[in-house]
């Protein structure tokens, strides 16, 4: 089974940068799509990033484009997000997902998730 654990979330100022990890468990990335979502409280559930290494492709919200990068040590296993530039509306707990089917586009409907990881930028 597919098993995500989400880590690096901390509480800094806006303007400063953090470095999210996802490490994974049962499956290999070759055969997956990897993607990082945002939710904070009162507001829907957004999709950050993506990589596929099925596709070959990444992925990048508008609002993040520039100053969030997607990036995978595959003898680790896990995917990172290293968010620079932060902002206080990036503000939301963040977790990642992962698919073996579906494509970047269909991030929505990823299968597997992690619990998440608290990020707050203050002002």
């Known amino acids: 089974e597919v098993h995500l654990v989400e880590s690096g979330g901390d509480s800094v100022q806006a303007g400063g940068s953090l470095r999210l990890s996802c490490a994974a468990s049962?499956?290999?990335?070759?055969?997956?799509?990897i993607a990082w979502f945002r939710q904070a409280p009162g507001k829907e559930r957004e999709g950050v990033s993506c990589i596929s290494f099925k596709h070959n492709n990444t992925y990048y919200a508008e609002s993040v484009k520039g100053r969030f990068t997607i990036s995978s040590d595959n003898a680790k296993n896990t995917v990172y997000l290293q968010m620079n530039t932060l902002k206080p509306e990036d503000t939301a707990v963040y977790s990642c997902?992962?698919?073996?089917?579906?494509?970047?586009?269909?991030?929505?409907?990823?299968?597997?998730w992690g619990q998440g990881t608290q990020v707050t930028v203050s002002s």
């Open positions: 049962g499956f290999t990335f070759d055969n997956y799509a």
């Open positions: 997902a992962a698919d073996q089917r579906l494509p970047c586009g269909m991030w929505d409907f990823f299968g597997s």
